[in-house]
Structure formats: C-alpha cells, structure tokens
C-alpha cells in the first residue's frame, strides 16, 4: 500500500485549502486514514482522521469548525478540507495509515504506512 498527498500551498490567513492523499494496494479490512501535520521544532500533531469505510471522524480541538476530511465513494482518496486558515496552521501535512483501537487514532506512531509531506504556508 502506497500513499500520494498533494495539495498544499501558499494562502492568505482566512483563506482554504484542500489536501488529498490517494492510495494504492489493496487492503483487506477497514483502515485508517489520519492527516498529521509538523511544524519546524515541533513534535508531529494529529489534526484530523478517518475510519474509511465505517465513517468515524476524529479532529483535533484546534482545528474543529474550520477542517472537513472526508473520502470518495470508491474510498481510494481521503481529502481534508481546510478553511478559515490561520497562521499557525502553517506545517507540513502528511497523511498516514493504519488500523489501530480508536482511541490511539491521533498517534502518529501507531500509522504504518506515510505519504511524502506537503507544505501549507499561512501568511499575509
């Protein structure tokens, strides 16, 4: 299994932004897709996650109200819907995979499979 993000730019402060981490392989039961973010001197965040095929939805406090991940019909492409976009959003996103007990949902180290980073740069 194989994960491509892309996306990521540069935006204004209230501006949106929408990121997409397609997979490749099979998978053989329902996963977990989360979408992280790092930014420089900082540990890597979970920022919002989904259960592909049951729907549960996680988002981190920071980032309720303003992102939306959601996936495709087909469930090859999970996409994060980032609006009212604020300077400290600023990061690079990566999306990674899993199948982990919920509440282990927004630990980075339990995701096995990553797609490369994408930049996002919040500024005026």
């Known amino acids: 299994v194989q994960l491509q993000a892309s996306g990521g730019g540069l935006v204004q402060p209230g501006g949106s932004l929408r990121l997409s981490c397609a997979r490749s392989?099979?998978?053989?039961?329902?996963?977990?897709i989360g979408w992280f973010r790092q930014a420089p001197g900082k540990l890597r965040e979970g920022v919002a996650c989904?259960?592909?095929?049951?729907?549960?939805?996680y988002y981190a406090n920071s980032v309720k109200g303003r992102f939306t991940i959601s996936r495709d019909s087909a469930e090859n492409t999970v996409s994060l819907q980032m609006d009212s976009l604020r300077p400290e959003d600023t990061a690079v996103y990566y999306c990674?995979?899993?199948?982990?007990?919920?509440?282990?949902?927004?630990?980075?180290?339990?995701?096995?499979?990553w797609g490369q980073g994408t930049q996002v740069t919040v500024s005026s």
């Open positions: 990674g995979l899993t199948r982990i007990v919920w509440s282990e949902i927004a630990n980075h180290k339990r995701y096995d499979v």
């Open positions: 392989g099979f998978v053989y039961d329902d996963y977990d």
């Open positions: 989904i259960r592909v095929r049951s729907g549960e939805l």
